[in-house]
Structures are given as structure tokens and as C-alpha cells.
């Protein structure tokens, strides 16, 4: 079965850097655009990032300049490479994707599980 696997959360002082990784497995034929969501307690879920199939990208303004997103198409993985973290970024993050999981029919939308990411100050 298709699934979405989050990875490289945990705890970080403030300055530091993670990285978050998000691997499809599973029968996939294509994948379109990809992305990142966070969810802090109390709050809704937000966009952070997304990247298209041709590489475009799209950021939070509350994150330009110290996050980057990429994909590694061959390995039907997405990063999220963190920097300059601050304790506004406390939250769990969610990759999710479009995936084409046969041939002919329509994208649809998959997400992880959750990785946390707790900065402390």
C-alpha cells in the first residue's frame, strides 16, 4: 500500500538545524507536487512549504530565507531542510503529496503521519 513516512524530527535549541524527510513507497507511477504543513497546539495546520513537479517552489513568509524544500524524484522523496530554528517552529509537521498510484487515473492526495519538532529557547 502507498504510504507517506516522515522522518528527522525530534528537539532542537534555538539557532539550530534539522532535516525532514518524507519518503513515498509503495506502487507509485507519478507524483506531483509535494509539501509541507505544520500543526502547533491550538492552532490550525499551515503551509510551510511546497514544490512543484518542475521544481518550483512556495515558502511561509514566517520561514523564507532559513527553510528550503527540494525533492529527490528518483527516491519519491521530499526535504525540508530547517535553519536559524526558533520556537515558533514547535509543531508537528506533515509532508503530504499527489500521488497517480495507477496508471490513467487521477492524482490524489496522501499525507504522513506527523514528525514532531520541538525548538527550545
Known amino acids: 500500500q502507498v504510504q507517506l513516512v516522515e522522518s528527522g524530527g525530534g528537539l532542537m535549541q534555538a539557532g539550530g538545524s534539522l532535516r525532514l524527510s518524507c519518503a513515498a513507497s509503495?506502487?507509485?507511477?507519478?507524483?506531483?507536487?509535494m509539501g509541507w504543513y505544520r500543526q502547533a497546539p491550538g492552532k490550525q495546520r499551515e503551509l510551510v512549504a511546497v514544490?512543484?513537479?518542475?521544481?518550483?517552489?512556495n515558502y511561509a513568509d514566517s520561514v523564507k530565507g532559513r527553510f528550503t524544500i527540494s525533492r529527490d524524484n528518483a527516491k519519491n522523496t521530499v526535504y525540508l531542510q530547517m535553519d536559524s530554528l526558533k520556537p515558533e517552529d514547535t509543531a508537528v509537521y506533515y509532508c503530504?503529496?499527489?500521488?497517480?498510484?495507477?496508471?490513467?487515473?487521477?492524482?490524489?492526495?496522501?499525507w504522513g503521519q506527523g514528525t514532531q519538532v520541538t525548538v527550545s529557547s
Open positions: 509503495g506502487t507509485i507511477f507519478s507524483i506531483n507536487g
Open positions: 514544490i512543484t513537479s518542475g521544481g518550483r517552489t
Open positions: 503530504n503529496a499527489d500521488l497517480q498510484v495507477r496508471l490513467y487515473t487521477a492524482y490524489v492526495r496522501y
